[in-house]
């Protein structure tokens, strides 16, 4: 007899025939109950920790070289069979390599000149510098000759007495505080040898030495009458160097000593005599061979104990009578303008040469 199949039961059993299913609970199902869910954790991106290494460059594949053309084959004679040989190929020859060359920069024409010329210049300094060289060392122990040099020397006899002593002087500023003075020309002594009895010791000594040649002398006197001024001019035969010697170290032993007077009988300069000698200015010229001398007094023959040179009496705050009767200024105001006519004189002797 046939069993009545009994369905199963919820619990995993049969239930039997008739029975009423249990209602299914309604809610969530069990976690055993519920299918496994897959989940992804979103990972974290990987820092690179090293620099990517750089690839090499692929060397560049040799070139191909072209394959040597195969040379002809000889025909065999036909009168009888040659031996096979086999063709054999050729060693290979190594891959050809060309060196990258520098490049040649363009030529610029200016360089090219602009060389040129400093060679050139360069040529010429140095050609210069050596004929300078060989001309110093030639003249090494020549002294160079102030222009007018020579002339000055024959100066005193090649122009008139008036224009080496003129007749009037002007003087403005020339006397003590600045004040304008004026002198005329009492008496000229002719051109005499150099000796005792026209020149100084000191200043006589020193001139022999060098050729002596003449010296010339006048005396002055201001506007009032009151004083007189002998002044000379001194020439010689000196070299340029010996004369610039006299002017520099000997200077001050050319000046030691005070120049004899002048006098003049019948006018203002007749009782001028040694006694009578109160200040005196001396000046050898450096560029010319003259020495300029000058000696002043009193007009009335009045002695004076002890002379001062000029620079002495012209200083301020003296009280001795030459420096109060301004005799210093006397000297030295008419050495300087005869001075200054000698140097005119030597102009216009060298401007009539050179017109000639």
């Not at 919820?10 to 897959?38: K, Q, W």
């Not at 005799?327 to 002797?349: N, Q, S």
């Amino acid at each position: 007899m046939a069993v009545p199949r009994t369905a199963p039961t919820a619990g995993g059993g049969h239930r039997p025939p008739g029975a009423v299913p249990s209602p299914r609970p309604v809610g969530p199902a069990p976690a055993s109950d519920l299918p496994a869910v897959e989940t992804t954790t979103r990972l974290r991106p990987i820092r690179a920790t090293e620099p990517p290494r750089p690839v090499p460059p692929r060397p560049e594949p040799p070139r191909p070289v072209p394959p040597r053309p195969e040379p002809p084959r000889s025909a065999p004679p036909r009168h009888h069979h040659a031996a096979y040989r086999p063709f054999t190929v050729p060693p290979e020859s190594p891959v050809e390599t060309t060196t990258r060359l520098r490049p040649i920069r363009e030529r610029r024409t200016g360089r090219v000149v602009a060389a040129g010329v400093c060679l050139v210049l360069g040529v010429g300094l140095i050609g210069g510098a050596v004929a300078g060289a060989v001309l110093a060392a030639t003249d090494a122990g020549a002294a160079a000759e102030p222009a007018g040099y020579e002339q000055a020397k024959s100066l005193w006899h090649d122009v008139p007495v008036d224009t080496l002593f003129p007749r009037s002087l002007a003087g403005p500023g020339a006397g003590p505080g600045a004040a304008d003075r004026t002198w005329t020309r009492v008496v000229v002594a002719a051109d005499a040898p150099c000796s005792a009895a026209v020149l100084q010791k000191s200043l006589l000594t020193a001139v022999q030495a060098v050729g002596c040649d003449r010296v010339l002398r006048a005396t002055y006197t201001d506007a009032t009458a009151s004083s007189v001024v002998t002044v000379g001019l001194v020439f010689t035969q000196a070299e340029p160097e010996a004369t610039r010697s006299l002017a520099g170290q000997g200077a001050a032993r050319i000046a030691a000593d005070v120049p004899p007077p002048l006098a003049a009988p019948g006018t203002v300069a007749a009782r001028f005599g040694a006694a009578q000698r109160a200040s005196w200015f001396t000046r050898p010229l450096a560029d010319l061979p003259v020495v300029v001398t000058a000696v002043s007094g009193f007009a009335d023959g009045r002695p004076v104990g002890a002379p001062e040179p000029a620079e002495r009496a012209m200083a301020a705050g003296q009280t001795s009578a030459p420096a109060q009767a301004g005799l210093g200024h006397e000297a030295k105001g008419v050495a300087d303008r005869i001075e200054r006519g000698l140097r005119a004189a030597l102009t216009a002797a060298a401007k009539k040469d050179d017109d000639q």
